[in-house]
């Protein structure tokens, strides 16, 4: 049988399109990088006997911005995006996580987590906004059980209420 | 002989009604707190401590232990089921588990870390039992300059466990490193990085670290299934049970893992995390699987756990014979023997040899327990995967925020975990891998602390690395693994471009 | 299913943990279960001395206490989030010298003020640091110490940057006018390790604590830096009766926020103090390294105050106020 001539393989879309998506990572790790060689020089160096406080942050940061411009460079055309972004997702979480941190000292625990489920659910279309009441009120009593009544963690409960 | 005289002594100990019970409650409680996202054996410990003070020293000491070596197991569970690390250590178990659990493979995955903790754990035990005293001996001839080696190896290791390719991995690494010289710099107590917060004095906490990057990316990342209402992940009920082949295949995984922690479990302050680290990286090199790696293949989920649990109990040796504690948790496990009036020392095993040996005996009985306790659970597990996503991820998202505030009561923590999270997501879409961060992350500082502390001790004569017998091995270890690396990868892209074009 | 197992967890493991709930019983002075604030992570010496003083409260006096860490720049968490607590005695810190004697003056910002912030109810005790060397030095004597760093520095190993060690082993630098090298650990047992390694020549530490490694010739005391010797390790010279004015102690108290009721601090401090009356508490203080002390509220509270004083060219002079 006659070997076929070499092909390439027909070029794969990357599922989170952005080809050269990774370069950007890339170049994310490269402006930390500087970040931390500009932090650590301005701590002082020192001598290699006796290192510095600035010493380790800007070696790792010399390294990782060399490293990020490899990276860069091999990325241009990689695999891209892993997926495409779930940018709705990203805020939702996002804010969950605000809620609870705003919320939790100055309503207390349970209606802190009541909120943040509801917030957390919101780009979940398939569950109504009374499910997700509900559900906010099951974990916000599971969890004042588990980690208020159980394990005695220090939560205030309810501020203002109780 | 005299060693199993001893043991059979501490077991009769340990099987008096009261010491069995502390024993259970122990390693129940720790489990279930293991599975809660962030609230790791710490908390936990904190939190049995006021009831120890009602008990002799037996039973106390044999409860705290069963809660550490639970809450290891217990956070091996979430790691898997969620992809959310109960412990730091669990984060590389979860790196096979998860992908596992992807398959529908989520009972084999649970049967393995249960079978595997199990025989890490009794390696552990029959390394305490016949080689506490030259470990101890080993501990004590440590100094900063081997400390510095060992790392130096555990960080290597930390760059191979990374399976979306060597570039990237030691680049995450170098980026862990660089993160974890955030906080006060603990040569000189200058701060570094802090930008003037005050809760970044103490650097960031590795469990905000840990949730971010695996537990907050993981949910942001998988709500796209939930929205659009497809259901849980699906449970393959065929492929419940691990097959025979299975079970033997993890034979050989189960002593590496178990050898590795139990070594690295004993040298104070090194820890579970580089045992599991280590653990999973030289199995990356050993196994025939190792193609495998990364996909959800059983020794990648059996080593690090068996691994991890062996050092989660060797770490008593230093712990109760040399009064070093080599984490946290450990510190108050000797805080508590202080109460009693017990110093931890060289003189423990002569003065107390019925709390040593009952101790060691009930890593037997406890590991047994933790065994019969999370089989049946296996199922319970696994049926809440079948709960759909959308009621899940906000629990999960709640859970997440209760265990990072359980830290310090401070919603700064919060604040921080939100952008971690942010970046852990915008990682993931950039392909980049988060358990070698969090590896750098946490053996970072150590490394730099070492070094620096070898170059304070040697009035700054680098040579001190070589004339160290300890440490000069370590190091031409690591440099002929990492020539070997180079070379291998080397050979690997010629034969391929040799592959291809001799097809041409 | 979920709620199902939850609710078995939960039926199981209060009936073990009954004795922690949190339950409104008539007290010693407060109905409400006290929080006793520590300032460092379990397992420390404070937070040991602050789980015995709650065990106690609450079996000796009906008084249920818990222990709350707040861990955290150098123990000003902790005393920042006690002042602005309410005063009526339910939170209380397990002070020592890392917020309110040493903070004060090494941190120039510190968002609370040790004295007009706190109500300082109760001493409890001290114990106190000195200087050990390694036995194969053949070093006996601090005359002998001074004649050997004289010519050949010495590393000293201390609990941490700005730690009472490391205070300490400046002060006493300055005292014998000699320069050593400090190495920084985190807590005084890696600096152990270390010594015991062979790797470093000296360390600062509490003195009693380690009084087994003494016993058990694997170091070498050579003073100690409490006002007179004390009793469990008589044959160990202070700093004071060589001639070199170092007294550098590590206290513990109790104090709550500021402007407690006088009946209340009161009461709290006849309560402590009678906790701390008792033969069996004082041996297991003992144990820890700590000496009890019987002192009045405003006798702990002058104390405190002149600390301060007394610590504050001591913290310069080791170079670490920020």
New interface residues.
């Given amino acids: 049988m006659q070997?076929?001539?070499?092909a390439k393989p027909p070029k794969k879309q990357p599922p989170?399109g952005m080809e050269w998506?990774?370069a950007?990572?890339g170049l994310?790790?490269f402006a930390?990088?500087i970040v931390?060689m500009v932090?650590?020089w301005q701590?002082g160096l020192g001598v290699?006997?006796?290192?510095g406080?600035?010493a380790?942050?800007f070696l790792?940061?010399a390294?990782?911005s060399v490293?990020?411009i490899?990276?860069c460079i091999?990325e241009r055309k990689g695999?891209g995006?892993?997926?495409v972004?779930?940018w709705v997702?990203?805020v939702?979480?996002?804010a969950?996580?605000?809620v609870?941190?705003?919320s939790?000292?100055r309503v207390g625990l349970v209606p802190g987590?009541w909120a943040?489920?509801i917030v957390?659910?919101l780009?979940?279309?398939?569950?109504s906004f009374p499910g997700k009441a509900v559900?906010?009120v099951?974990?916000a009593l599971?969890?004042w059980?588990?980690?208020v009544?159980?394990?005695?963690?220090?939560?205030k409960s309810f501020v203002g209420i109780f | 002989m005299e060693t199993l005289a001893n043991f059979g002594g501490g077991l009769l100990v340990v099987l008096e009604p009261q010491n069995l019970m502390y024993c259970f409650i122990g390693v129940f409680l720790g489990t279930f707190i293991g599975v809660l996202p962030g609230i790791g054996s710490m908390a936990a410990i904190a939190m049995i401590l006021p009831i120890t003070f009602y008990l002799d020293p037996t039973p106390a000491l044999v409860m705290i232990a069963g809660v550490f070596y639970g809450a290891e197991y217990g956070g091996s569970t979430s790691s898997i089921l969620l992809n959310v690390p109960g412990t730091p250590a669990a984060s590389i178990t979860a790196i096979e588990g998860h992908q596992m659990a992807k398959k529908g493979r989520a009972g084999v995955a649970l049967f393995s870390t249960a079978t595997a903790s199990f025989g890490g754990g009794i390696i552990g035990m029959i390394v305490i039992a016949f080689l506490s005293p030259s470990l101890a001996q080993l501990a004590l001839s440590f100094a900063p300059a081997d400390y510095f080696a060992v790392i130096l190896l555990g960080l290597i290791a930390a760059s191979a466990v990374s399976n979306g390719g060597a570039l990237k991995g030691i680049a995450m690494v170098i980026t862990g490193l660089m993160l974890g010289t955030i906080g006060i710099d603990l040569t000189t107590g200058v701060t570094r990085f802090t930008m003037g917060v005050p809760e970044l004095r103490d650097g960031v906490h590795i469990v905000i670290v840990a949730m971010g990057l695996f537990g907050v990316g993981e949910v942001i990342a998988s709500i796209r299934g939930a929205r659009s209402g497809t259901a849980a992940q699906t449970v393959d009920y065929n492929n419940f049970y691990p097959t025979r082949d299975e079970w033997k295949s993890l034979f050989a995984p189960i002593l590496r893992g178990g050898a590795i922690g139990s070594i690295v479990g004993a040298l104070p302050g090194t820890g579970q995390t580089i045992a599991a680290a280590l653990a999973y990286a030289v199995e990356k090199k050993v196994s025939p699987l190792r193609d495998k790696f990364g996909t959800g293949v059983l020794p990648g989920v059996a080593v690090p756990e068996a691994a991890n649990n062996s050092a989660t109990q060797t770490a008593f040796i230093p712990t109760l014979t040399l009064g070093v504690p080599g984490s946290p948790p450990m510190a108050i496990v000797i805080g508590a023997l202080m109460i009693y009036g017990i110093t931890p020392g060289p003189r423990l095993l002569t003065e107390q040899p019925d709390m040593f040996w009952g101790l060691v005996a009930s890593f037997l009985v406890g590991n047994i327990m933790l065994l019969i306790l999370n089989v049946p659970l296996i199922g319970i597990w696994v049926r809440l995967l079948r709960i759909p996503y959308k009621y899940m991820y906000p629990t999960i998202i709640v859970l997440i925020c209760m265990g990072v505030y359980s830290l310090n009561n401070n919603v700064f923590d919060i604040w921080l975990t939100l952008i971690i999270g942010v970046a852990g997501y915008v990682m993931r879409l950039f392909r980049f891998e988060p358990a070698p961060l969090l590896l750098g992350f946490v053996l970072g500082p150590m490394m730099e602390e070492q070094l620096r502390r070898t170059m304070l001790l040697s009035r700054g004569d680098p040579m001190i690395f070589l004339q160290r017998p300890i440490s000069a091995t370590l190091l031409m270890l690591t440099v002929l693994i990492i020539l070997f690396a180079l070379v291998s990868s080397l050979r690997a892209r010629r034969r391929n471009r040799a592959a291809i074009s001799s097809t041409n | 299913m979920k709620l199902g197992f939850k609710l078995a967890t939960a039926a199981f493991a209060v009936a073990a943990l009954s004795s922690t709930a949190a339950l409104a019983e008539p007290g010693a002075w407060s109905d409400e279960p006290v929080r006793i604030v520590v300032t460092f992570p379990p397992g420390g010496t404070s937070d040991l001395v602050a789980r015995l003083l709650a065990q106690h409260l609450d079996t000796d006096f009906g008084q249920k206490a818990v222990v709350d860490n707040r861990p955290g720049a150098a123990g000003t968490v902790a005393a920042d989030y006690v002042a602005q607590q309410a005063a009526d005695g339910t939170t209380l810190i397990l002070s020592n010298n890392a917020p309110f004697t040493i903070a004060p003056t090494r941190f120039a910002n510190l968002p609370y003020d040790p004295l007009a912030g706190f109500t300082h109810v109760a001493y409890i005790g001290a114990s106190a640091p000195g200087l050990f060397v390694q036995p194969s030095s053949g070093i006996t004597s601090l005359q002998e110490y001074v004649a050997f760093v004289k010519e050949t520095p010495m590393t000293y190993g201390s609990s941490g940057v700005g730690s009472i060690s490391h205070i300490l082993g400046e002060a006493v630098d300055a005292a014998l006018q000699v320069e050593s090298i400090h190495v920084p650990y985190q807590g005084s047992a890696p600096a152990i390790q270390d010594f015991r390694a062979g790797a470093l020549d000296s360390f600062y530490d509490m003195v009693v604590q380690n009084s087994d490694m003494i016993e058990d010739n694997e170091a070498i005391a050579l003073a100690i830096a409490s006002p007179e010797r004390n009793p469990q390790l008589p044959d160990v010279p202070t700093f004071k009766e060589q001639g070199y004015d170092v007294v550098i102690e590590n206290w513990v108290g109790l104090s709550g926020p500021a402007s407690m009721e006088p009946d209340t601090r009161a009461k709290i401090h006849e309560t402590v103090m009678a906790v701390f009356a008792s033969a069996d508490v004082q041996t297991k203080l003992t144990d820890l390294g700590i000496t009890h002390v019987a002192m009045s509220s405003e006798n702990y509270e002058a104390l405190v105050a002149d600390l301060i004083g007394v610590w504050a060219p001591l913290i310069e002079a080791a170079g670490i106020k920020e």
């Fill in positions: 070997p076929e001539p070499h989170g998506g990774g950007i990572g994310f790790l930390l990088s931390f932090g650590g701590l290699p006997t006796r290192l406080v600035g380790f942050p790792t940061g390294v990782l490293l990020s490899f990276i091999a695999d995006l892993s997926e972004p779930d997702a990203l939702a979480i996002a969950a996580l605000a609870f941190a705003a939790v000292e987590v943040t489920v957390a659910s780009p979940d279309r398939s569950l559900l906010g099951a974990v599971g969890c059980g588990v980690f009544k159980l394990l005695n963690l220090p939560f």
